[in-house]
């Protein structure tokens, strides 16, 4: 079928995703995405920085052998819970033993007083973290903490922790609900979503550069790179990925006003380690399919990302797709022509 999305099994499969507003996602691209990508034959599909894992979840549903990798413990925890995990999920009775259970923390309501939660809030999330440790699966822990990611996220006024307070509340339905109200209703969300294709997909949570992977065709979209503005999404999500790691090993900075902790490193932070990352990758993964989303305000831009593929791949073909961004709910930036640039997918044989 040319439209996958005409054909109503995989579409109300496919939307039973669930998404956030997390940055660089690919949900907007996906049909592009796919379009693109179903000319070509292939098996096994590697997302090496799976982010959202909304394009993972697109080729597991689609039937394909997938492998995710993110350096962050909270898109890996979604991935094991969504791409790796094909049948288990949270019941009632964990469920309620994950919120009624008493316990003795209380990390996040001394640590995150006022900054991001009420204290009810903050309580809710101590109980149910000290919790999550005692399910006895490891994809049910990865959704229990995938659903308490998300429940964070939307409850924040652009899904990030860059700021405290509720100067950016928008009015959003999801700024009135309760942690709780937010955590049951994303349990079932992620329950839903759980499916198995027959395949055995597999996660990882590791740097892509310290990963090789044997897959027919490697995905690569990395934090994009531009001087003009900062990639560090440990800065953005921050609290969420030290909610799914219980601050254990992170070193938090006290002296800063939103309590994040100390950034990990970042090969595409710097521009000479940026373009020293793509080729090392493109030359690992020479003999695989290589796909790049990649955007045109961002480095390398177009011309040398096509050189740096023609040295190892004969046949390299660039899709342009027009896209505008609008981060957040910034108002005065929607529409803004400043925010239109090129979507670009690199294919190269």
């Known amino acids: 079928m040319d439209n996958l999305f005409e054909d109503n099994n995989f579409a109300d ?207 690569l979209d990395p934090p994009y790179y531009t001087p003009n503005s900062d990639n560090d999404y440990v800065r953005r999500y921050h609290f969420v990925e030290g909610l799914t790691k219980n601050w254990n090993g992170l070193e938090i900075q006290d002296n800063t006003k939103t309590k994040k902790f100390k950034s990990y490193h970042s090969p595409f932070s710097t521009k000479k380690e940026t373009y020293l990352a793509f080729e090392n990758l493109i030359q690992t993964y020479k003999d695989s399919i290589i796909v790049i989303s990649y955007s045109s305000n961002s480095l390398p831009n177009k011309d040398e990302l096509l050189v740096m593929l023609k040295k190892f791949k004969k046949d390299v073909n660039v899709h342009e797709i027009d896209y505008l961004y609008s981060f957040g709910n910034q108002n005065h930036k929607i529409g803004n022509n400043a925010n239109k640039v090129k979507e670009y997918l690199f294919v190269a044989k």
Do not use: W
């Open 13 to 219: 499969k496919f939307s039973k995703f669930p998404g956030t507003r997390y940055m660089g996602s690919k949900n907007k691209l996906i049909p592009h995405i796919l379009k693109i990508l179903n000319e070509y034959e292939f098996d096994s599909f590697y997302d090496a920085f799976a982010g959202s894992n909304v394009v993972s979840y697109l080729f597991k549903t689609i039937g394909k052998k997938v492998i995710t990798n993110d350096f962050l413990n909270f898109s890996y925890l979604i991935s094991k819970s969504l791409i790796e995990n094909s049948f288990e999920k949270l019941n009632e009775d964990e469920v309620s033993f994950l919120i009624n259970t008493p316990n003795k923390q209380g990390f996040i309501t001394k640590t995150f007083k006022d900054l991001y939660f009420d204290n009810n809030d903050n309580k809710f999330l101590d109980t149910v973290r000290g919790n999550i440790d005692l399910l006895d699966s490891e994809y049910k822990r990865a959704i229990a903490l995938s659903a308490l990611v998300r429940a964070c996220m939307k409850k924040r006024a652009r899904g990030i922790f860059t700021f405290t307070g509720e100067r950016y509340d928008d009015g959003r339905k999801d700024m009135r609900l309760t942690l709780e109200e937010h955590f049951r209703e994303n349990v079932i969300s992620f329950n839903n979503a759980v499916f198995s294709n027959d395949k055995n997909c597999i996660s990882h949570n590791s740097s892509a550069q310290n990963l090789v992977v044997e897959t027919d065709l490697i995905y």
